[in-house]
Every structure is written in C-alpha cells, then in structure tokens.
C-alpha cells in the first residue's frame, strides 16, 4: 500500500535507505518508470543502522513471493 495511489502491484522496484539514526525510508516503483512511492506506516528506525542491508533483503524477498493460487 502506497500513500500516493494505494496498492500497486506487478514487477515492482524497492528502494531502502537508512540515516546514521536508524531512519529507514521505503519506496517502490514499476520496474522501469520514473515515479518512486512512499510505502504506507509509521516511521522505520532501526535499532542499529548495521540491520539496514538484511531489512532489505528481507522486504525484497517478501514483495517477490507467490500472491494466492486461485482455483
């Protein structure tokens, strides 16, 4: 879910960036397009900056899983 056009979904970009602070910020996009999107929630802080690559890592791994199967 996006707070500029709700959800959106297909091949999709993920952008993370992590502040000296912890601050995390998330953006996602269509592979290829020029508009980059805000994902919905409170404020990401990591406890310790050094977690920002694994959180990645992990967010990519979650928007590139099967949606349901439907029968």
């Not at 996006?2 to 952008?15: A, K, P, Q, R, S």
């Not at 602070?21 to 994902?39: F, N």
């Amino acid at each position: 879910m996006t707070n500029e056009v709700g959800v959106i979904t297909g091949d999709l970009e993920l952008h993370t960036s992590c502040g000296e602070d912890g601050t995390l910020s998330l953006a996602i996009r269509y592979v290829g397009a020029h508009e980059w999107y805000t994902l919905q929630g409170a404020d990401y802080r990591l406890h310790d900056p050094r977690d920002h690559e694994v959180v990645h890592r992990l967010l990519v791994n979650l928007l590139d899983r099967p949606g349901p199967r439907r029968r």
